[in-house]
Structures are given as C-alpha cells and as structure tokens.
C-alpha cells in the first residue's frame, strides 16, 4: 500500500453534554459523562499533535461545545497550533460576549444548526424551548461580528413540508452556506428512525426544492445537499474512506475514524492521551482494519468504483447487515439493496411519530 496521507480535519467532540435532546442526534447511546471528559490541557495537546500531523482544520463540536466553561482556551490553543477553528453549535447558549471572546481567541466560522423554520415544530424537535428564537438571535450576533454562518438544517419526515422557508431563513439570517441534509441513520437517528425517515415522494420533493433554489440563489447562497442513504442506488464514500481524510477524538480521547465506528464489534480504539495522534492515525489496528481496499468482499474488490466510494460506509453495513465487512446495502450491487429500499418504504408508510429523545435519562450505560 502507497504511504498514508495526513488527514485534513478532525471533529473534536469535547463533550456530549447538551441543553437539547434531538431525536437524530449522531452521537452514541452511551453518552459520556462531564466527569469523563479531557481537560484543557489535554485537548490543548492533542490540537498541537493534530497540527503537527499535518491537519488544517478543527471542527469544536459536542453535544454542544459551548457548555464547556474553557471554550475560549480550547479555541486559542487550536488556532495558536495553527489549525482553521469551526465552531459547530446549537447556538441556544451564545452571547454576543461570549461569541466576541471566541472570535478574539481565534474562532474563523460558525454552524448552526436549524431543527425547522418555525418555533413550535423546531422546539419541538429540539426538546428545548425557545431554542428556536435563540439560534435566531445568535445568527444576529454573528452578522454584527462579522463571523461567517454555516446553517445545518436536518431534514426528516417530520419537518421536509418546511424546506422552503429553511432556505428563505437562511438567507436572511446571511447564512453563506446551507447544508440541507436528511438525517443520517446512526446513534440515536438509527433508534427514531421510523420517526424520521421520509417517503420516497417527500424525498423527490426536497430534491427538487433544493435544486430550484440552487439556481434561484446561485452566487448568494451555496447549498449543500445529502439524500438519506437508504434511497440511495450508491453509497456515499464515508468519511472519504476509513482512515483517509478525517478523524475524530470523543469527549474522553478516544480516536476513532468515524463517529459511529465504536459500533463495530472487535475493534479497538486507542486514546490520544496514551499514544501518539500520529501513530494512531498510521499504525493502530483499527484505523488499519477498513484502510483501502485489501480489506473488501465481492462485489466491491473487483469493482471501478472501489477506490471512489470506498466501499461504502462501516457502520451502516453493522447496523443493516449485521457484519461492518459487508458491502454498504445501499449500493444496489449489494445483495442486501432490495431489503433497504423496501424498509425505508415500511417504516415512512407506517407514518408513526413518537421519539426517544436524546438526553442521560434515556443513554445506555
Ligand atoms: Fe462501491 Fe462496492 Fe458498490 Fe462498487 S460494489 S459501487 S465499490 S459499494
Ligand atoms: Fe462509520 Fe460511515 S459512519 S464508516
């Protein structure tokens, strides 16, 4: 195999604790405790080891990054590293204190997450009131500071009727970017999924929503748009492949090379705390285990798209076919496809609506 390329970012989860409860949330069941979180110093080291590996981007995120107290030096000791700080957020905790001190230790870009267009359904779906009017109120924050605004805006059966107007928000709030992306079915999504999946019509229906409006603001507004897999005929290249481009490093160090790979059954995942980033990302066993394509089954080894998608994503061949070594299912090669398609189907027919949300009383462990 040919050398192993630096990754280009890492997603920080410095802690799990959040104010909101969103049924979709991709962290894990088991949530960390505030207890078992990295401190300062510890994450101030890893930022530098992460620079020195060759990584350019930081993306801060959670639960929510703004409920940990040392924000301010996590930021600084990151942007001193060198590394270009984004700051992913529910937003329900900014000030405008608060977002200028971050901006001053180094803060280059903010996302913020929208759970719909109007307060009663998006608070709702947050769990958390007011969250709607807050998150608002912090993109106003940011047009005054003039931080530039990523709007994340997850889509699922329960709020695609508002598409329309996510994307009218976004302009107003002077979004520079909108990611439309349907839920993606892993951690606490995978469990409210009969809640959330779209039909097949509503998904057609975004689909056509977002190009009309791709067009429409073209030059003023970038939109970003990522279909829910299971309708898909070809699967996404996840994380651009295991061990390729990204990493992530959870509230209490663990290294792993996607958010969901904890998963996967006899893997073992190393801590930034008791081994060096680089040999983490170079030789441990794990980031080893999915890395190119020696690893792949039939149809992918002998297939052309083999060095595009990478075979897919890990974790959703787990959770869909009970072995992370198999072909993603969504890839219509598989010979899982049929079952998937045919589930989404059920499950959005059935129309239920009832969540778990996600919060410590409903976590495993
Ligand atoms: Fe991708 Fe494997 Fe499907 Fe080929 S067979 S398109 S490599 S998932
Ligand atoms: Fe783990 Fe896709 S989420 S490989």
Known sequence: M???EPPLAMLAEITHRCPLQCPYCSNPLALERAQGELDTEAWADIFRQAAALGILQVHLSGGE????ADLPELVA???AAGLYVNLITSAVLCTEEKLAALKDAGLRHVQISLQGSEAANADTIAGYRDAHAKKLAAAGMLRRLDLPLTINAVMHRQNLDQLEALIELSVELGAR???VAHVQYYGWALKNRAALIPTRAQ???ATATVEAARQRLKGSLVIDYVIPDYY???PKACMNGWGRRFLNVTPSGTVLPCHAAETIPGLVFERATEKPLKEIWTSSAAFEH??????MPEPCASCDQREIDWGGCRCQALALTGDAANTD?????????ARIAALANEEAAAGGDDFVYRNYRHADG
């Open 203 to 205: 998904l057609d229906a």
């Open 2 to 4: 040919s050398a192993i």
């Open 290 to 295: 999915f890395r190119g394509t020696a690893w």
């Open 77 to 79: 000791t990151a942007s």
């Open 177 to 179: 970017r909108l990611e």
């Open 329 to 337: 299912p969504v890839c219509e090669l598989s010979p899982h496809h």
């Open 232 to 234: 898909g005929r070809r």
């Open 65 to 68: 990054p703004m409920a940990r």
